[in-house]
């Protein structure tokens, strides 16, 4: 028999027990058979499914913004050798660049500022402004100031701000997104409660649980992380709707011009990545969990699909 098919009989055999308890009762030892439970579980289900497209490309971009310091350390030609020669400046740069960018109109220079930076330029040509680095000490072009994978990640980090649908349209949008998100998670949170005798099976990836793998993963992720989808959400309504935040607030008693502090700016933090601040582990590990949602969302799908599709197509 396989989990599916066993965890149907348990469920069963809960509803029979079910039968004799009142509802705090079912809700304490059989909660799979309260009707509350079983309708947030469809709340819960098509969300998922219906707004999960949304959270796996708001995930997979906020990794993306998260990567855009590593990506530019790691491939903007910016850095060269130093030479023991001395490095061209002044007119004899400009001319040296005139001579290796022969067909472009040569746009405003930076010049390092340490020893191991390369030149700035930006270069035009038929309307276009293309930024490059080059080398003082050799006389040389050192490549593309942005090229295409540090373009690829900053064309993501705007599609998490805005969507692509422009600053004013886009942050509202993420802003009822992350309303969305918040209920999400509470309504996961609700489900996640398995019974007096089994809720600390949520707690816990265990290979001999009856439970499949990806569905303990699904549990596992969603209870421990649940703060951080918090923050998430509440965040992201605070950036499309600050004024009506604000007025949340308010009413809450609290500061509405500061969202620094409190619960409100503890949640930002998070959003933004901020604790640890630039240290490697922290930034790697930030880069990691910011990966949780797309988790979130395939575990959800692959269990939904195997439960409830295949099950449907080989009855």
């Not at 990506?71 to 050798?81: A, G, H, N, R, T």
């Not at 064309?155 to 998490?160: D, K, S, T, V």
């Not at 609290?254 to 933090?269: A, E, K, L, P």
């Amino acid at each position: 028999m396989d989990n599916t098919a066993t965890i149907g009989v348990k469920i069963n055999e809960l509803s029979r027990i079910a039968l004799g308890m009142n509802p705090w009762q079912r809700w304490l030892q059989a909660p799979q058979t309260a009707f509350f439970r079983r309708a947030l579980f469809q709340v819960h289900l098509w969300m998922g499914i219906g707004f999960g497209l949304y959270v796996l490309v708001i995930s997979l971009s906020g990794s993306a913004l998260l990567l855009k310091s590593p990506f530019y350390s790691w491939l903007e030609p910016k850095k060269i050798v130093p030479l023991e020669t001395e490095p061209l400046t002044g007119d004899a740069l400009e001319a040296r660049m005139a001579e290796v960018y022969a067909g472009y109109e040569l746009g405003f220079t930076i010049e390092g500022f340490e020893e191991d930076d390369a030149t700035y330029i930006v270069l035009q040509k038929d309307g276009e402004f293309i930024p490059h680095y080059f080398n003082q000490y050799t006389g040389e072009d050192n490549g593309l100031a942005r090229p295409w994978p540090i373009q690829g990640v900053e064309w993501l980090a705007n599609i998490h701000y805005e969507l692509m649908l422009g600053r004013e349209v886009g942050r509202k949008v993420n802003g009822v997104g992350g309303a969305l998100f918040v209920l999400m998670s509470l309504t996961g949170l609700i489900i996640w409660w398995q019974g007096k005798r089994r809720w600390w099976e949520g707690l816990i990836i265990n290979p001999r649980s009856d439970r499949t793998m990806l569905w303990q993963v699904h549990s596992f992720c969603g209870f421990w992380a649940l703060i951080l989808m918090l923050a998430w959400g509440v965040s992201g309504f605070q950036l499309g709707f600050p004024q009506q935040t604000g007025a949340i607030l308010e009413f809450l008693g609290n500061d509405t011009g500061n969202f620094r502090g409190g619960v409100m700016g503890f949640f930002r933090d998070l959003h933004f990545a901020s604790p640890g601040g630039q240290n490697f582990f922290a930034r790697w590990g930030w880069i990691l969990v910011s990966f949780l949602p797309t988790l979130m969302f395939v575990s959800g799908v692959i269990v939904w699909w195997k439960r409830v599709v295949v099950k449907r197509f080989k009855s």
